[in-house]
């Protein structure tokens, strides 16, 4: 059984910092692509950044230079850096893995930017 656990949201300050992470179980997670998207209210869902299992990544130009995905492929984790975070950013975050060509999601994460 596939299982994709997020934590690390919460509210931030404008310019603060969060750090995301995703742990992953059920998958060969070294062989899986692994992304985070994120939904704000009244809003679809975007893809924030993705990572490949060759380490590859690609960012939302709405956070290059902000944000970093990142993996450990020893603890089956994902991570997202959030720097320079802004009231934009505030949605629910989701892990996603591309596991055997099937998509996986997490449960969500809430962050919050605000002062």
């Known amino acids: 059984q596939v299982q994709l656990v997020e934590s690390g949201g919460g509210l931030a300050q404008p310019g603060g910092s969060l750090r995301l992470s995703c742990a992953a179980s059920?998958?060969?997670?070294?062989?899986?692509?692994m992304a985070w998207f994120r939904q704000a209210p009244g809003k679809q869902r975007e893809l924030v950044a993705v990572?490949?299992?060759?380490?590859?990544?690609n960012y939302a130009d709405s956070v290059k230079g902000r944000f970093t995905i990142s993996r450990d492929n020893t603890k089956k984790a994902a991570y997202l850096q959030m720097n320079s975070l802004k009231p934009e950013d505030t949605a629910v975050y989701y892990c996603?893995?591309?596991?055997?060509?099937?998509?996986?999601w997490g449960q969500g994460t809430q962050v919050t930017v605000s002062s």
């Open positions: 990572i490949s299992s060759d380490g590859g990544t």
């Open positions: 996603n893995a591309i596991h055997r060509a099937t998509p996986y």
């Open positions: 059920g998958i060969i997670f070294s062989m899986c692509t």
